[in-house]
Protein backbone atom coordinates (compact mmCIF):
# COMPACT_ATOMS: atom_id res chain seq x y z
CA UNK A 1 0.00 0.00 0.00
CA UNK A 2 1.98 2.77 -1.52
CA UNK A 3 -0.94 5.48 0.02
CA UNK A 4 -0.34 4.54 3.72
CA UNK A 5 2.35 7.98 3.68
CA UNK A 6 -0.94 10.01 2.96
CA UNK A 7 -3.50 8.95 5.92
CA UNK A 8 -5.63 11.91 4.75
CA UNK A 9 -5.39 11.15 1.03
CA UNK A 10 -8.97 11.91 -0.29
CA UNK A 11 -8.01 8.88 -2.70
CA UNK A 12 -7.86 6.34 0.07
CA UNK A 13 -10.93 7.35 1.68
CA UNK A 14 -12.72 7.34 -1.32
CA UNK A 15 -11.31 4.01 -2.18
CA UNK A 16 -12.33 2.72 1.85
CA UNK A 17 -15.87 3.89 1.11
CA UNK A 18 -16.58 2.28 -2.65
CA UNK A 19 -15.99 -0.68 -0.87
CA UNK A 20 -18.48 -0.10 1.79
CA UNK A 21 -20.60 0.88 -0.75
CA UNK A 22 -20.00 -2.49 -2.98
CA UNK A 23 -20.34 -4.71 0.25
CA UNK A 24 -23.66 -3.14 0.84
CA UNK A 25 -25.09 -3.52 -2.97
CA UNK A 26 -24.11 -7.22 -2.41
CA UNK A 27 -26.19 -7.24 1.03
CA UNK A 28 -28.70 -5.43 -0.66
CA UNK A 29 -29.52 -7.89 -3.01
CA UNK A 30 -28.94 -10.93 -1.28
CA UNK A 31 -31.43 -10.43 1.09
CA UNK A 32 -34.33 -8.23 -1.72
CA UNK A 33 -33.61 -10.61 -4.43
CA UNK A 34 -32.64 -13.78 -2.32
CA UNK A 35 -30.37 -14.55 -5.07
CA UNK A 36 -28.14 -17.53 -3.40
CA UNK A 37 -25.20 -18.80 -3.75
CA UNK A 38 -23.32 -15.52 -3.59
CA UNK A 39 -20.07 -16.54 -1.18
CA UNK A 40 -20.52 -13.51 1.60
CA UNK A 41 -17.21 -14.78 3.26
CA UNK A 42 -14.25 -13.37 1.06
CA UNK A 43 -15.92 -9.86 0.60
CA UNK A 44 -16.14 -9.88 4.42
CA UNK A 45 -12.54 -10.35 4.96
CA UNK A 46 -11.20 -8.38 2.35
CA UNK A 47 -13.76 -5.64 3.26
CA UNK A 48 -12.23 -6.41 7.26
CA UNK A 49 -8.81 -6.17 5.51
CA UNK A 50 -8.94 -2.71 3.94
CA UNK A 51 -10.71 -1.38 6.96
CA UNK A 52 -8.21 -2.48 9.27
CA UNK A 53 -5.32 -0.98 6.67
CA UNK A 54 -7.26 2.21 6.18
CA UNK A 55 -8.27 2.82 9.79
CA UNK A 56 -5.45 2.31 12.09
CA UNK A 57 -3.78 5.13 10.42
CA UNK A 58 -6.73 7.50 10.81
CA UNK A 59 -7.14 6.86 14.54
CA UNK A 60 -3.31 6.51 14.86
CA UNK A 61 -3.19 10.79 14.08
CA UNK A 62 -1.37 13.11 16.40
CA UNK A 63 -3.40 16.10 17.94
CA UNK A 64 -3.10 19.51 17.75
CA UNK A 65 -5.18 21.34 20.01
CA UNK A 66 -6.85 25.21 20.04
CA UNK A 67 -8.72 26.86 22.32
CA UNK A 68 -11.31 29.50 21.86
CA UNK A 69 -13.25 31.52 25.05
CA UNK A 70 -16.87 32.97 24.70
CA UNK A 71 -16.59 36.19 27.36
CA UNK A 72 -19.11 38.81 27.27
CA UNK A 73 -20.63 37.92 24.29
CA UNK A 74 -18.16 36.98 21.80
CA UNK A 75 -15.71 34.45 20.56
CA UNK A 76 -12.50 35.08 21.61
CA UNK A 77 -9.95 35.40 19.53
CA UNK A 78 -12.63 36.23 16.88
CA UNK A 79 -10.18 34.80 14.50
CA UNK A 80 -8.52 31.07 15.27
CA UNK A 81 -5.42 29.89 12.62
CA UNK A 82 -5.10 26.11 12.43
CA UNK A 83 -2.35 24.30 10.41
CA UNK A 84 -4.12 22.92 7.28
CA UNK A 85 -4.14 18.90 6.72
CA UNK A 86 -3.94 18.34 9.94
CA UNK A 87 -7.14 16.84 12.41
CA UNK A 88 -7.56 19.73 15.19
CA UNK A 89 -8.83 19.46 18.23
CA UNK A 90 -10.92 22.79 19.13
CA UNK A 91 -11.95 22.95 23.25
CA UNK A 92 -14.47 26.00 23.69
CA UNK A 93 -15.10 27.26 26.43
CA UNK A 94 -18.04 29.46 27.63
CA UNK A 95 -17.82 31.92 30.35
CA UNK A 96 -21.19 33.66 29.58
CA UNK A 97 -24.33 32.47 31.61
CA UNK A 98 -26.03 32.10 28.28
CA UNK A 99 -25.78 28.93 25.91
CA UNK A 100 -24.23 28.90 22.80
CA UNK A 101 -24.81 26.76 19.90
CA UNK A 102 -21.07 27.07 18.38
CA UNK A 103 -22.15 26.15 13.81
CA UNK A 104 -20.61 26.43 10.95
CA UNK A 105 -22.03 25.24 7.66
CA UNK A 106 -18.27 25.73 6.18
CA UNK A 107 -16.65 22.91 8.82
CA UNK A 108 -20.48 21.19 8.66
CA UNK A 109 -20.08 21.51 13.18
CA UNK A 110 -23.04 22.00 15.23
CA UNK A 111 -22.29 21.66 19.18
CA UNK A 112 -23.88 23.16 21.84
CA UNK A 113 -21.96 24.45 24.84
CA UNK A 114 -23.48 25.05 27.63
CA UNK A 115 -23.58 28.37 30.42
CA UNK A 116 -20.31 27.46 31.83
CA UNK A 117 -19.56 24.87 30.25
CA UNK A 118 -16.64 23.39 28.05
CA UNK A 119 -16.62 21.37 25.24
CA UNK A 120 -14.51 19.60 22.62
CA UNK A 121 -15.03 18.97 18.62
CA UNK A 122 -12.85 18.13 15.84
CA UNK A 123 -12.15 19.73 12.67
CA UNK A 124 -10.33 18.67 9.48
CA UNK A 125 -8.23 18.17 8.27
CA UNK A 126 -9.07 21.11 6.45
CA UNK A 127 -7.80 22.41 2.87
CA UNK A 128 -6.54 26.19 3.34
CA UNK A 129 -9.27 28.89 3.39
CA UNK A 130 -11.20 30.42 6.45
CA UNK A 131 -13.98 28.92 7.80
CA UNK A 132 -16.60 31.54 9.36
CA UNK A 133 -18.48 30.09 12.49
CA UNK A 134 -21.38 31.76 14.19
CA UNK A 135 -23.37 31.14 17.45
CA UNK A 136 -26.88 29.84 16.39
CA UNK A 137 -28.63 31.33 19.18
CA UNK A 138 -27.24 35.05 18.69
CA UNK A 139 -26.53 35.43 14.85
CA UNK A 140 -24.25 38.62 16.31
CA UNK A 141 -21.75 36.43 17.81
CA UNK A 142 -18.95 35.31 15.09
CA UNK A 143 -15.64 33.91 14.16
CA UNK A 144 -13.44 32.52 11.81
CA UNK A 145 -11.08 29.53 11.42
CA UNK A 146 -8.30 30.31 8.96
CA UNK A 147 -6.71 27.21 7.84
CA UNK A 148 -3.11 27.64 6.49
CA UNK A 149 0.32 24.93 6.25
CA UNK A 150 2.18 24.53 8.79
CA UNK A 151 5.29 26.82 9.64
CA UNK A 152 8.63 24.40 10.05
CA UNK B 1 -37.68 39.76 22.54
CA UNK B 2 -37.92 39.44 18.70
CA UNK B 3 -34.39 37.85 18.61
CA UNK B 4 -35.83 34.94 21.06
CA UNK B 5 -39.10 34.45 19.23
CA UNK B 6 -37.00 34.05 16.14
CA UNK B 7 -34.79 31.61 17.79
CA UNK B 8 -37.92 29.69 19.17
CA UNK B 9 -39.75 29.43 16.24
CA UNK B 10 -36.77 28.21 13.99
CA UNK B 11 -36.15 25.20 16.71
CA UNK B 12 -39.98 24.47 16.83
CA UNK B 13 -40.20 24.43 12.97
CA UNK B 14 -38.94 21.74 11.88
CA UNK B 15 -40.55 19.45 14.28
CA UNK B 16 -43.54 21.04 13.97
CA UNK B 17 -43.34 20.43 9.90
CA UNK B 18 -42.20 16.81 10.15
CA UNK B 19 -44.93 16.19 12.33
CA UNK B 20 -47.28 17.66 9.72
CA UNK B 21 -45.65 15.81 6.64
CA UNK B 22 -45.90 12.29 8.91
CA UNK B 23 -49.60 13.34 9.92
CA UNK B 24 -50.69 13.72 6.51
CA UNK B 25 -49.09 10.44 6.02
CA UNK B 26 -50.88 8.53 8.57
CA UNK B 27 -54.19 9.63 7.14
CA UNK B 28 -57.01 7.18 7.81
CA UNK B 29 -55.34 5.01 9.99
CA UNK B 30 -56.92 4.96 13.18
CA UNK B 31 -55.92 6.72 16.89
CA UNK B 32 -53.10 8.10 15.26
CA UNK B 33 -53.89 11.88 17.06
CA UNK B 34 -53.06 9.36 20.11
CA UNK B 35 -49.93 8.11 19.31
CA UNK B 36 -48.80 11.57 17.91
CA UNK B 37 -49.54 13.11 20.94
CA UNK B 38 -47.88 10.39 23.06
CA UNK B 39 -45.20 10.85 20.85
CA UNK B 40 -44.81 14.63 21.82
CA UNK B 41 -45.26 14.10 25.26
CA UNK B 42 -42.26 11.83 25.06
CA UNK B 43 -40.07 14.19 23.13
CA UNK B 44 -40.87 16.75 25.38
CA UNK B 45 -39.20 14.60 28.27
CA UNK B 46 -36.58 13.01 26.12
CA UNK B 47 -35.59 17.01 25.19
CA UNK B 48 -35.87 18.11 28.72
CA UNK B 49 -33.39 14.94 30.06
CA UNK B 50 -31.00 16.33 27.20
CA UNK B 51 -30.56 19.87 28.25
CA UNK B 52 -30.48 18.81 32.08
CA UNK B 53 -27.49 16.01 30.98
CA UNK B 54 -26.46 19.26 28.91
CA UNK B 55 -26.24 21.56 31.70
CA UNK B 56 -25.16 19.20 34.59
CA UNK B 57 -22.41 17.10 33.11
CA UNK B 58 -21.16 19.12 30.73
CA UNK B 59 -17.20 17.99 30.51
CA UNK B 60 -19.28 14.08 29.58
CA UNK B 61 -21.26 15.78 26.84
CA UNK B 62 -18.54 16.78 24.87
CA UNK B 63 -18.62 17.54 21.01
CA UNK B 64 -18.39 14.25 19.71
CA UNK B 65 -21.30 12.61 22.62
CA UNK B 66 -23.55 15.40 21.45
CA UNK B 67 -22.50 14.38 17.58
CA UNK B 68 -23.12 11.06 18.16
CA UNK B 69 -26.30 11.34 20.22
CA UNK B 70 -27.63 13.74 17.08
CA UNK B 71 -26.62 11.17 14.74
CA UNK B 72 -28.24 8.23 16.65
CA UNK B 73 -31.74 10.14 17.03
CA UNK B 74 -31.63 11.02 13.30
CA UNK B 75 -30.36 7.46 11.85
CA UNK B 76 -33.70 6.15 14.05
CA UNK B 77 -36.32 8.58 12.61
CA UNK B 78 -34.77 7.62 9.25
CA UNK B 79 -35.23 3.96 9.94
CA UNK B 80 -38.55 4.41 10.81
CA UNK B 81 -39.97 6.78 8.28
CA UNK B 82 -38.67 4.04 5.87
CA UNK B 83 -40.50 1.57 7.96
CA UNK B 84 -44.05 4.07 7.66
CA UNK B 85 -42.71 4.08 3.40
CA UNK B 86 -42.45 1.10 3.04
CA UNK B 87 -45.55 -0.45 4.55
CA UNK B 88 -47.57 2.86 2.90
CA UNK B 89 -46.24 1.38 -0.06
CA UNK B 90 -48.34 -1.78 0.13
CA UNK B 91 -51.32 -0.56 2.55
CA UNK B 92 -51.90 2.91 0.24
CA UNK B 93 -54.89 1.49 -1.97
CA UNK B 94 -56.68 0.63 1.41
CA UNK B 95 -56.21 3.49 3.39
CA UNK B 96 -57.21 5.19 -0.14
CA UNK B 97 -60.62 3.28 -0.01
CA UNK B 98 -61.52 4.14 3.31
CA UNK B 99 -60.55 7.62 2.82
CA UNK B 100 -63.42 7.34 0.77
CA UNK B 101 -65.73 5.71 2.88
CA UNK B 102 -66.22 2.84 0.37
CA UNK B 103 -63.60 0.36 1.86
CA UNK B 104 -63.66 -1.59 5.06
CA UNK B 105 -60.85 -1.03 7.89
CA UNK B 106 -57.16 -1.37 7.55
CA UNK B 107 -55.55 -4.46 8.99
CA UNK B 108 -55.20 -4.63 12.23
CA UNK B 109 -51.14 -6.06 13.11
CA UNK B 110 -48.60 -4.64 11.85
CA UNK B 111 -49.84 -1.09 11.35
CA UNK B 112 -47.09 1.47 12.10
CA UNK B 113 -48.49 3.33 15.10
CA UNK B 114 -45.21 3.04 17.01
CA UNK B 115 -43.51 4.03 14.47
CA UNK B 116 -45.54 7.55 14.20
CA UNK B 117 -44.77 7.98 17.85
CA UNK B 118 -41.30 7.45 17.62
CA UNK B 119 -40.72 9.55 14.66
CA UNK B 120 -42.61 12.45 16.80
CA UNK B 121 -40.71 11.77 20.01
CA UNK B 122 -37.36 12.31 18.26
CA UNK B 123 -38.48 15.26 16.00
CA UNK B 124 -39.33 16.81 19.17
CA UNK B 125 -36.58 15.93 21.36
CA UNK B 126 -33.95 16.89 19.04
CA UNK B 127 -34.97 20.35 18.47
CA UNK B 128 -36.62 20.55 22.10
CA UNK B 129 -33.13 19.78 23.54
CA UNK B 130 -31.91 23.45 22.21
CA UNK B 131 -35.25 25.37 23.10
CA UNK B 132 -35.68 23.76 26.55
CA UNK B 133 -31.47 24.83 27.29
CA UNK B 134 -32.29 28.18 25.88
CA UNK B 135 -35.56 28.81 27.66
CA UNK B 136 -34.02 27.66 31.13
CA UNK B 137 -31.17 30.34 30.04
CA UNK B 138 -33.75 32.64 30.10
CA UNK B 139 -35.38 31.89 33.34
CA UNK B 140 -32.26 31.97 34.81
CA UNK B 141 -31.08 34.89 33.77
CA UNK B 142 -33.45 37.48 35.50
CA UNK B 143 -33.76 41.09 33.96
CA UNK B 144 -35.65 40.85 30.74
CA UNK B 145 -37.32 37.35 31.98
CA UNK B 146 -40.80 38.17 31.14
CA UNK B 147 -40.44 40.13 27.95
CA UNK B 148 -38.02 37.24 26.66
CA UNK B 149 -40.36 34.42 27.77
CA UNK B 150 -43.00 36.11 26.15
CA UNK B 151 -41.13 35.75 22.55
CA UNK B 152 -40.38 32.17 23.50
CA UNK B 153 -44.36 31.46 23.61
CA UNK B 154 -44.75 33.62 20.41
CA UNK B 155 -42.07 31.75 18.71
CA UNK B 156 -42.95 28.46 19.62
CA UNK B 157 -47.18 29.55 18.78
CA UNK B 158 -45.47 30.57 15.48
CA UNK B 159 -44.11 27.49 14.70
CA UNK B 160 -46.57 25.01 15.76
CA UNK B 161 -49.03 27.23 13.45
CA UNK B 162 -46.79 26.51 10.42
CA UNK B 163 -47.41 23.05 10.98
CA UNK B 164 -50.80 23.34 11.13
CA UNK B 165 -50.85 25.43 7.96
CA UNK B 166 -49.23 22.64 6.46
CA UNK B 167 -51.53 19.78 7.58
CA UNK B 168 -54.25 22.04 6.25
CA UNK B 169 -52.69 22.31 2.79
CA UNK B 170 -51.56 18.67 2.28
CA UNK B 171 -55.89 18.01 2.95
CA UNK B 172 -56.33 19.51 -0.13
CA UNK B 173 -54.39 17.42 -2.14
CA UNK B 174 -57.04 15.21 -3.70
CA UNK B 175 -57.16 11.96 -2.34
CA UNK B 176 -56.28 9.84 -5.71
CA UNK B 177 -52.67 11.34 -5.40
CA UNK B 178 -53.01 11.76 -1.53
CA UNK B 179 -50.61 9.31 -0.31
CA UNK B 180 -48.17 9.32 -3.67
CA UNK B 181 -47.49 12.87 -2.45
CA UNK B 182 -46.84 12.36 1.05
CA UNK B 183 -44.60 9.25 0.48
CA UNK B 184 -42.67 11.19 -1.52
CA UNK B 185 -42.20 13.82 0.87
CA UNK B 186 -41.56 11.31 3.32
CA UNK B 187 -38.56 9.61 0.97
CA UNK B 188 -37.15 13.15 0.75
CA UNK B 189 -37.32 14.23 4.52
CA UNK B 190 -35.34 11.01 5.29
CA UNK B 191 -32.69 11.47 2.71
CA UNK B 192 -32.37 14.49 4.68
CA UNK B 193 -32.01 13.80 7.65
CA UNK B 194 -29.88 10.72 6.44
CA UNK B 195 -27.49 13.70 5.28
CA UNK B 196 -27.38 15.50 8.14
CA UNK B 197 -26.73 12.29 10.54
CA UNK B 198 -23.75 11.38 8.07
CA UNK B 199 -22.67 14.84 9.13
CA UNK B 200 -22.68 14.33 12.86
CA UNK B 201 -20.82 10.96 12.51
CA UNK B 202 -17.77 12.67 10.48
CA UNK B 203 -18.30 15.40 13.25
CA UNK B 204 -17.71 12.80 15.84
CA UNK B 205 -14.76 11.18 13.88
CA UNK B 206 -16.62 7.89 12.94
CA UNK B 207 -16.91 9.00 9.25
CA UNK B 208 -14.74 10.23 7.01
CA UNK B 209 -15.83 13.37 5.44
CA UNK B 210 -14.97 12.34 1.71
CA UNK B 211 -14.25 15.98 0.55
CA UNK B 212 -15.02 18.86 2.92
CA UNK B 213 -17.38 20.83 0.81
CA UNK B 214 -17.91 18.93 -2.66
CA UNK B 215 -19.68 22.22 -3.69
CA UNK B 216 -21.21 25.31 -2.73
CA UNK B 217 -24.26 26.82 -3.96
CA UNK B 218 -24.36 29.62 -1.30
CA UNK B 219 -24.46 32.29 -4.08
CA UNK B 220 -27.57 31.03 -5.11
CA UNK B 221 -29.43 29.69 -2.40
CA UNK B 222 -27.93 30.98 0.63
CA UNK B 223 -28.75 28.07 3.50
CA UNK B 224 -29.80 30.48 6.27
CA UNK B 225 -32.51 32.60 3.99
CA UNK B 226 -35.96 31.54 4.38
CA UNK B 227 -36.15 29.53 1.39
CA UNK B 228 -32.67 27.38 2.39
CA UNK B 229 -34.17 27.02 5.67
CA UNK B 230 -37.28 25.37 4.22
CA UNK B 231 -35.86 23.15 1.58
CA UNK B 232 -33.17 22.40 4.33
CA UNK B 233 -36.07 21.14 5.96
CA UNK B 234 -38.40 19.34 3.25
CA UNK B 235 -35.58 18.01 0.83
CA UNK B 236 -32.27 18.46 2.92
CA UNK B 237 -30.81 21.43 1.19
CA UNK B 238 -27.12 21.58 2.12
CA UNK B 239 -25.40 24.26 0.23
CA UNK B 240 -22.11 22.71 0.83
CA UNK B 241 -22.41 19.28 1.54
CA UNK B 242 -19.37 17.00 2.15
CA UNK B 243 -18.72 13.53 -0.14
CA UNK B 244 -19.95 11.27 2.73
CA UNK B 245 -23.35 13.45 2.99
CA UNK B 246 -24.16 13.37 -0.74
CA UNK B 247 -23.63 9.69 -0.43
CA UNK B 248 -25.71 9.21 2.52
CA UNK B 249 -27.81 11.22 0.90
CA UNK B 250 -28.28 9.11 -2.43
CA UNK B 251 -27.80 5.83 -0.70
CA UNK B 252 -31.16 6.51 1.62
CA UNK B 253 -32.94 7.82 -1.70
CA UNK B 254 -31.91 4.23 -3.46
CA UNK B 255 -32.47 1.98 -0.36
CA UNK B 256 -35.94 3.55 0.20
CA UNK B 257 -37.03 2.99 -3.23
CA UNK B 258 -35.75 -0.78 -3.73
CA UNK B 259 -37.78 -1.60 -0.40
CA UNK B 260 -40.59 0.29 -1.63
CA UNK B 261 -40.73 -1.34 -5.07
CA UNK B 262 -39.38 -4.86 -3.80
CA UNK B 263 -41.94 -6.50 -5.17
CA UNK B 264 -41.95 -5.03 -8.47
CA UNK B 265 -38.63 -5.36 -9.27
CA UNK B 266 -38.40 -9.02 -7.86
CA UNK B 267 -40.93 -9.55 -10.72
CA UNK B 268 -39.22 -7.63 -13.14
CA UNK B 269 -36.01 -9.39 -12.40
CA UNK B 270 -37.37 -13.09 -12.18
CA UNK B 271 -40.16 -12.49 -14.67
CA UNK B 272 -37.37 -11.46 -17.32
CA UNK B 273 -35.48 -14.92 -16.06
CA UNK B 274 -38.15 -17.27 -16.63
CA UNK B 275 -39.25 -15.86 -20.17
CA UNK B 276 -35.97 -16.36 -21.46
Known amino acids: MICLKEPHSIRMQLLYMIMIIIYNILMVLKSVLLIKGICMIRPLLVFSALTLLVGAPLLAQAETVQTITIHDKQFDPRETSIPSDTKVKLIIKNQDSFPVEFESRELSREVIVPAHGEISVFVGPLENGRYPFFNDFNHNMTGTIVAAPEKK | ?276
Request: glycine fraction near 10%.
Open chain 2, 1 to 276: MFATAVILFREVLEASLIIAIVLGASRGIHQRGRWVLAGVGTGLLGASLVALLASTASEYFSGDSQALLNAFILLMAVSMLTWHNVWMATHARELRAELTAVGTDVQEGSRPLTALMVITALAVMREGSEAVLFVWAIAAGGGQAVEMSMGAAAGVATGVLAGVLLYLGLLRIPVRHFFSVTSWMILFLAAGLSAQAAGFLNQAGLLPSLGNSIWNTSQWLDQSSALGQLLHIFVGYIATPSGIQVLFYLGTLALILVLMYRGRIKNLFFGYLSAS
